[in-house]
C-alpha cells in the first residue's frame, strides 16, 4: 500500500521560509514525476513545482526564484524549500508521486494528506 507522509508546514511570517517534505513508502518500485500542488479554500488547486527522477525541475510562474524543489531518490522523497514567502502562499500542499509499483505493471498517481502553510499578519 502505497503511502505519501508530508510534513514542514505550519506558521510563518511573509518573508519568511518553510521547508514541505514528502516521503513515498509502501512497495514502490520507480517513481518519475514527484510534485507539489496546492489549494487555497474557494481556489482550485494548482500546480506549485515538479521534478522528474531524472532531475529536470519545472515551476509554475508565481514561485520562480523563491521556491525550490529537490529530491532524494534513495529515500523517496521530494522537498520544497519555500522562500521569500507571501500571503497568497497560504494553502494546503499537496505531495503528488507517479509511482510504479511491484503488484502493477503500470504507473499511477498517488497523493498526500497534504499540508497546512499558514502566513501570519
Known amino acids: 500500500q502505497v503511502q505519501l507522509v508530508e510534513s514542514g508546514g505550519g506558521l510563518v511570517q511573509p518573508g519568511g521560509s518553510l521547508r514541505l517534505s514528502c516521503a513515498a513508502s509502501?512497495?514502490?518500485?520507480?517513481?518519475?514525476?514527484m510534485s507539489w500542488y496546492r489549494q487555497a479554500p474557494g481556489k482550485q488547486r494548482e500546480l506549485v513545482a515538479s521534478?522528474?527522477?531524472?532531475?529536470?525541475?519545472n515551476y509554475a510562474d508565481f514561485v520562480k526564484g523563491r521556491f525550490t524543489i529537490s529530491r532524494d531518490n534513495a529515500k523517496n522523497t521530494v522537498y520544497l524549500q519555500m522562500t521569500s514567502l507571501k500571503p497568497e502562499d497560504a494553502a494546503v500542499y499537496y505531495c503528488?508521486?507517479?509511482?510504479?509499483?511491484?503488484?502493477?505493471?503500470?504507473?499511477?498517481?498517488?497523493w498526500g494528506q497534504g499540508t497546512q502553510v499558514t502566513l501570519s499578519s
Open positions: 503528488n508521486a507517479q509511482i510504479r509499483t511491484f503488484s502493477g505493471p503500470g504507473a499511477s498517481d498517488y
Open positions: 521534478i522528474r527522477n531524472t532531475g529536470f525541475t
Open positions: 509502501g512497495g514502490i518500485r520507480s517513481i518519475n514525476v
